[in-house]
């Protein structure tokens, strides 16, 4: 996990977009269902309860919203990509009406956790180029940059999660069971606890984010200040990086408070949907770039989901699959 903190006017944005995804999630069942995509894995729009949990229940204590945050269309109807991969491609869809804040103040906080992760994305650049700078093929500085900053395939993620009963949920991974992202880097905010009024409450005891050591498998809850900026790293830089990046292995713990709701907002940037999943000449053997230890039985693992995928978009369409069955 990587901090960044002092960016100009984050608080405030960070504030009116999670304020905003309460807002949506709050609006009646039936205006909700008219942002929900089927068609496309429910991977833009509105989606409730339509992930597993670990147990194989549907995932209900947590709404979410997707969009994509640079660019509202980026394919016409009638492309190829848009029908063969719906999950990269689709267009966004927006409760102009219902809820208009939503739409801007998702653009205007995105473009901030956009920014930052392409700075973070030299800085692995510049980490992997001195830690392979005796390999006849080093790490070349910017490649992670150039290979990402133009990419379509980034995707916001904005989270409601419902007030549950205290009984619900006794175990760290009861609610959001522990896993990997599948992309490049994940970009979150502090969350935002609010009660049934809408007013700002402390954060809760013994909830939020976990993750995992990728050394020891050790847990650690991981406060995000709410001036900062939080950086993950997925499975495709693990992959692409040769295993000398790793994942982190991660999962959210709801408050059990029947009163409090927490809001939060996370982007995902990954790289080209056409990118090829090639090993660099310096990678660690193939088993070991692909190991994921510590995470519990029934979590889709790596080494399946990437198995005979040629791209990075193939490997989105198979893990997408197996966290939906």
Request: with cysteine; net charge negative.
């Amino acid at each position: 996990i990587i901090l960044i903190e002092g960016y100009p006017e984050f608080t405030e944005k960070r504030e009116a977009v999670l304020r905003a995804i309460r807002k949506f999630a709050l609006l009646p069942e039936e205006i909700k269902e008219k942002y929900a995509r089927p068609a496309c894995s429910y991977s833009f729009g509105w989606s409730h309860g339509k992930q597993r949990m670990k147990s194989g229940e549907p995932d209900t204590a947590k709404g979410s919203f997707f969009a994509r945050p640079h660019g509202d269309i980026i394919e016409p109807d009638s492309s190829a990509k848009k029908q063969n991969f719906p999950e990269t491609y689709a267009d966004n869809i927006w409760p102009r009406e219902e809820c208009p804040e939503l739409e801007h103040s998702f653009k205007e906080m995105s473009k901030i956790q956009m920014d930052i992760g392409h700075h973070i994305c030299r800085l692995f650049d510049r980490y992997l180029h001195n830690l392979t700078s005796n390999d006849t093929q080093p790490h070349q500085l910017n490649k992670f940059y150039d290979m990402i900053k133009d990419s379509v395939a980034y995707k916001g993620r904005m989270l409601h999660y419902f007030p549950v009963e205290p009984h619900i949920n006794d175990s760290i991974d009861g609610l959001c069971g522990w896993h990997l992202d599948y992309g490049c880097i994940t970009c979150l905010l502090s969350p935002l606890f609010l009660d049934l009024a809408g007013n700002v409450v402390p954060k809760p005891d013994k909830c939020g984010l976990y993750v995992k050591s990728p050394g020891d498998g050790s847990v650690k809850n991981v406060d995000i200040p709410m001036n900062c900026l939080a950086i993950q790293l997925g499975e495709a830089f693990q992959f692409l990086s040769g295993g000398l990046l790793r994942a982190t292995p991660h999962c959210v713990r709801s408050c059990r408070d029947p009163n409090i709701s927490r809001e939060q907002l996370v982007v995902f940037m990954g790289c080209n949907p056409d990118q090829k999943l090639d090993l660099p000449s310096f990678s660690l053997p193939y088993e070991d770039v692909v190991n994921t230890p510590f995470l519990p039985d029934g979590v889709p693992e790596l080494k399946n989901r990437i198995k005979g995928a040629e791209t990075y978009q193939e490997f989105a369409a198979n893990t997408f699959k197996a966290y939906l069955q």
